[in-house]
């Protein structure tokens, strides 16, 4: 799966530090989506498209 | 530019940790603990002298336990159910020095029988018990998804290298190649293939940076 996480950050000029705090996981879990190494649950998927104010689809999207 | 995961900030990380890298500390305990059974299996050496062997190779296990934590916050996988489950660690594993060093000692001085020797057979295990209860117990407090999907897979990796070991060494033993192993070898050979499953993850996280 793909995802616009990274660009979503950027525009925000948010690291992955930040990000990761504000979700309430680790660095290392943004990382691993960010680089589609790991496809979050859809309650993580959820609180993703809450914090960036999008819906699911807008971020995540089929490879 | 973003931060990649452990395998860019872990180089610079295990450089600032340099000789304090978990995995040296892991290396030289697991070695130590290997050496030791080799002497005591070709009667080398003998108690109290295997004791204090076993003491001074399991004090390792604190600086382990320190260097783990380092690295869990330079790799970004830092949570409060891995600084909690470090913890236990720590209290296992100096538990299990004390109540190994006391049962043996106590064996070998007054030799107990009955109920007594029982007791005391008994008490080395209860901190390996209490270390599988952290481990099942890390499972249900970490909140991060994906630690806790690493920590199951390394987990399902560990159980997959005991049953081969347990095996293999099995059926060395059935013909005469390998001396006896006793059963609580289980766990360390299970606590190695947990190392070893981590290892593996950071591996291929590494060779595969994504997209």
């Known amino acids: 799966m793909n995802n616009r996480l990274k660009i979503l950050r950027a525009e925000r000029n ?50 | 530019m973003p931060t990649k ?37 070709s009667h080398r050496i003998a108690w109290p002298w295997n004791l204090v062997l076993v003491a001074l190779v399991s004090s390792s296990l604190i600086p382990l336990s320190l260097s783990a934590r380092n690295r869990s916050i330079h790799c970004g996988v830092d949570s409060a159910a891995t600084r909690q489950y470090n913890r236990r660690a720590l209290i296992w594993a100096l538990s299990y020095m004390v109540l190994l060093g006391f049962a043996l000692t106590v064996r070998n001085t007054w030799q107990p029988q009955g109920p007594l020797l029982w ?19 890390y499972l249900r407090e970490e909140q991060d998804e994906y630690l806790r999907m690493r920590q199951i897979q390394a987990g399902l990796f560990a159980t997959g290298f005991l049953l081969v070991a347990a095996t293999v060494w099995g059926f060395l033993e059935t013909f005469g190649v390998t001396p006896h192993a006793e059963g609580w070898w289980a766990v360390a050979v299970w606590a190695i293939g947990l190392a070893l499953g981590s290892i593996i993850q950071n591996w291929r996280e590494r060779a595969d940076p994504g997209q």
């Not at chain 1, 990000?19 to 609180?47: H, M, W």
């Not at chain 2, 452990?6 to 892991?26: D, E, I, Q, Y």
Request: with cysteine; glycine share 10%; hydrophobic share 50%.
């Open chain 2, 5 to 41: 995961g452990c395998g860019v900030n872990g180089k610079r990380a295990a450089s600032r940790l340099a000789g304090t890298h978990p995995a040296s500390w892991g290396a030289l305990f697991g070695a130590g603990m290997i050496l030791i059974a080799w002497l005591e299996k």
């Open chain 1, 14 to 63: 948010w690291s992955q530090q930040d990000l990761a705090e504000r979700l309430g996981v680790s660095r290392q879990s943004v990382n691993a989506i960010e680089t589609g190494k790991y496809d979050p649950s859809l309650p993580l998927a959820f609180r993703i498209a809450d914090l960036f104010e999008a819906r699911i689809e807008a971020i995540f999207v089929r490879d």
């Open chain 2, 119 to 137: 007791l005391l057979a008994l008490l080395p295990s209860l901190p390996i018990v209490y270390y599988v209860w952290s481990l099942g117990r």
